[in-house]
């Protein structure tokens, strides 16, 4: 099993940026996906989650509204489009599948806030 993040980056306040999650070893399509984040000195959160068929979503609730995750199965890819971005959303994002009772994580990316 392999996740591999990109897209993180610095941003200024009120940009956006666009995470990817390419995955590999597993059947995609059968699984939902999550996307986490860990900030320095911060337990990890919960980002979004979405069904393996993409119709259901959730998100934390500071997030609504600025955070869009989605996936493409044919390209067993997951997204995470975040939207006005402010200092607080500073974190190593990462995502995650769970399989068989165990979690599988990627090396995440960092995104860095900044003016």
């Known amino acids: 099993v392999q996740l591999v993040e990109s897209g993180g980056g610095l941003v200024q306040p009120g940009g956006s940026l666009r995470l990817s999650c390419a995955t590999s070893?597993?059947?995609?399509?059968?699984?939902?996906m999550s996307w986490y984040r860990h900030a320095s000195g911060k337990e990890r959160e919960l980002v979004a989650t979405?069904?393996?068929?993409?119709?259901?979503?959730n998100y934390a609730d500071s997030l609504k509204g600025r955070f869009t995750i989605s996936r493409d199965n044919a390209k067993n890819t997951v997204y995470l489009q975040m939207n006005s971005l402010k200092f607080e959303d500073t974190a190593v994002y990462y995502c995650?599948?769970?399989?068989?009772?165990?979690?599988?994580w990627g090396q995440g990316t960092q995104v860095t806030v900044s003016s």
């Open positions: 070893g597993f059947t995609f399509s059968w699984y939902a």
């Open positions: 979405i069904s393996r068929g993409g119709t259901t979503t």
């Open positions: 995650a599948v769970r399989l068989g009772g165990l979690d599988y």
